[in-house]
């Protein structure tokens, strides 16, 4: 929905969220970056959020080409002394002492909505300062815990294990892996509560750490949403729109399955089936805006101006700021 802020934005109007600036210079200075060397002798580096006094959440796959890891800012290191390791769900927390840092507040994850600004924090790239990305929940998949976050707030190598926090500076997600393909890459964080589970696991001290993450799953083993971002990204629309003939049979009630299914055949050129697949999005998240949008560019393709007009009416419940822009992605201005 990048395409919607920039619109915003060009428009005057007032749809950027409230965001707490104090809160989320508190959390930028609880990101570090997790260090060590490897056994070629190079650097292995990542990020991490400070969650408690002398604690920090990272990724495990930081920590699998090193066994003296440290935790840095600036000049400033803090050897790892231990470490709790979920290899599977890819989070570890690792101790240190004597760090001064002060730990950031934890959101919650199920308490997000799709469309809402968020902001990634991490080391992209080693750089020594962390980089600050706006951006926004593009997607929420349920997990027993909390909700899987895929969003449009980018972050590059050395940022894994970073922190995804909502505009009030809380943590709701750690940044762990993403696409990458000529549609741009996907960005995909953990939910913040499966902390509560790790940190009720057994420490050890041995480094590296090992383990096949979730993500790094066989592709026909993996969830729905992960196997149709791979296809989405590299926008072979033949794939996507199989993934997500499977996605919507195996889970009817998924908004994002029918709204993939809608991108694929659309790109694709098959209006109809898209429209239809796009309707179904909309009726199960009334507040699915691109999916409106969508389903009106669909509307027009097809010469049903009735839709586009309905269309509006529905924009202009969820947000009337919504309803000019709508105008504008459709080229039709007021005449719509």
């Given amino acids: 929905m990048k395409f919607l802020l920039i619109a915003i934005l060009a ?32 650097m292995a580096y990542g990020s991490g959020v400070v969650v408690s006094d002398n604690s920090v959440v990272t990724n495990c796959h930081v920590l699998r080409a090193t066994k003296q890891p440290w935790v840095s800012r600036g000049e400033d290191s803090y050897p790892i002394t231990s470490v709790r390791a979920d290899a599977w769900h890819d989070l570890c927390l690792v101790t240190t002492s004597h760090m001064p840092f002060k730990p950031v507040p934890r ?19 080693g750089v020594p300062a962390p980089i600050t990305s706006i951006g926004e929940i593009q997607g929420l998949y349920p997990t027993p815990a909390g909700n899987m976050i895929r969003s449009s ?10 922190g995804l926090f909502d505009m009030d500076g809380k943590l709701v997600g750690i940044n762990t892996f993403k696409t990458a393909g000529n549609g741009g890459s996907i960005h995909f964080a953990l939910p913040v509560e499966w902390l509560e589970t790790l940190e ?20 026909d083993k993996k969830p729905y949403y992960m196997r ?7 926008q072979d629309w033949p794939a ?28 694709l050129k098959h209006f109809d089936v898209a429209a239809s697949a796009f309707s179904q999005a909309v009726k199960l ?38 309803v000019p822009v709508y105008q504008a992605y459709l080229g039709c201005g007021k005449q719509c």
Wanted: charged share 20%.
């Fill in 11 to 42: 428009l005057g109007t007032p749809a950027a969220q409230a965001y707490n600036q104090q809160a989320l210079m508190e959390a930028y200075f609880g990101v570090v970056m997790i260090r060590g060397y490897n056994q070629e002798g190079g």
């Fill in 228 to 234: 149709a971002a791979v296809p989405e990204s590299r």
């Fill in 153 to 162: 707030a980018k972050f590059l190598m050395g940022a894994s294990g970073s």
């Fill in 107 to 125: 959101g919650n994850s199920l308490a997000l909505s799709r469309g809402q600004e968020i902001t990634a924090i991490g080391h992209s790239n």
């Fill in 285 to 322: 998240d009334k507040q699915f805006v691109e999916a409106w949008f969508r389903r009106g560019e669909m509307a027009q393709k097809l010469g049903d101006q009735h839709t586009v007009h309905e269309i509006e009416g529905q924009l202009q419940q969820i947000d009337p700021t919504l």
């Fill in 240 to 267: 996507l729109a199989q993934v997500s003939q499977l996605w919507t049979q195996q889970e009817t009630s998924s908004p994002d399955a029918w709204f993939s299914l809608g991108l694929a055949e659309m790109s």
């Fill in 200 to 219: 009720k696991m057994p420490a050890s001290n041995i480094f590296p750490v090992s383990g096949k993450a979730l993500w790094e799953e066989d592709e």
